[in-house]
């Protein structure tokens, strides 16, 4: 089994900062790519970005330059940096893994269960 979980989402006022992380656990061979997205009310979920298990990064153009994805492949854990935040980026935030457990062949997806973000005015 195994199991994505976000934390470190919470109220924040325009400009602040928030460091969200996705911890992996369970029967985890390998990760590949961790990626970050959100769903604002309404809407379909974007993205935010992704770190490579090398440590190669792309990002979405509304955040570049305010969140920076890093990873600790030893932790099995991403992070997503977020400063100068701003209203519009109020969403629910979901981690997403590609990954090879100890118990079947192939890679396999998972996602976390979100968590929010809201940035008061």
């Known amino acids: 089994q195994v199991q994505l979980v976000e934390s470190g989402g919470g109220l924040v006022q325009a400009g602040g900062s928030l460091r969200l992380s996705c911890a992996a656990s369970?029967?985890?061979?390998?990760?590949?790519?961790m990626t970050w997205y959100r769903q604002f009310p309404g809407k379909q979920r974007e993205l935010v970005g992704a770190v490579t298990s090398g440590g190669s990064t792309n990002y979405a153009d509304s955040v570049k330059g305010r969140f920076t994805i890093s990873r600790d492949n030893a932790k099995n854990t991403a992070y997503l940096q977020m400063n100068s935040l701003k209203p519009e980026d109020t969403a629910v935030y979901y981690c997403h893994a590609v990954l090879r457990t100890t118990e079947r062949n192939g890679w396999l997806s998972y996602w976390g269960q979100g968590t929010q973000v809201t940035v008061s005015s």
């Open positions: 369970g029967s985890i061979f390998t990760i590949g790519t």
